[in-house]
Nanobody
Framework: QVQLVESGGGLVQAGGSLRLSCAAS????????MGWFRQAPGKEREFVAA????????YYAESVKGRFTISRDNAKNTVYLQMNSLKPEDTAVYYC????????????????????WGQGTQVTVSS
């Protein structure tokens, strides 16, 4: 069965860095788009970044562009989210997700289009 497990969350100071990991298992993800979403208390789930597994093409939300980097390790079946220059507004539960195929762009930002989800990992950025 497909399973996505996030790790790497924690408490960091503003301006600091953190790397999240998403261990994927249960199938080959070569035909999938992998995404990171986040949800702060009282707010809706929002798109952060996505990567096409097959070629490594990426797409980012404007709010994190230039600060966050999404990548994947084919051998380890793991997706990463490197977060730099963190801000208090980045505080949220971060979720790893996967969807079959699809164009990489605005169409990748809707959470309802993703088939599989992890349980989430908490990221807290202090001032």
């Amino acid at each position: 069965q497909v399973q996505l497990v996030e790790s790497g969350g924690g408490l960091v100071q503003a301006g600091g860095s953190l790397r999240l990991s998403c261990a994927a298992s249960g199938r080959t993800f070569s035909n999938y788009v992998m995404g990171w979403f986040r949800q702060a208390p009282g707010k809706e789930r929002e798109f952060v970044a996505a990567i096409r597994w097959s070629n490594g093409d990426t797409y980012y939300a404007e709010s994190v562009k230039g600060r966050f980097t999404i990548s994947r390790d084919n051998a380890k079946n793991t997706v990463y989210l490197q977060m730099n220059s963190l801000k208090p507004e980045d505080t949220a539960v971060y979720y790893c997700a996967a969807k079959f195929s699809g164009r990489l762009g605005p169409i990748s930002t809707g959470y309802t289009g993703y088939n599989y989800w992890g349980q989430g990992t908490q990221v807290t950025v202090s001032s």
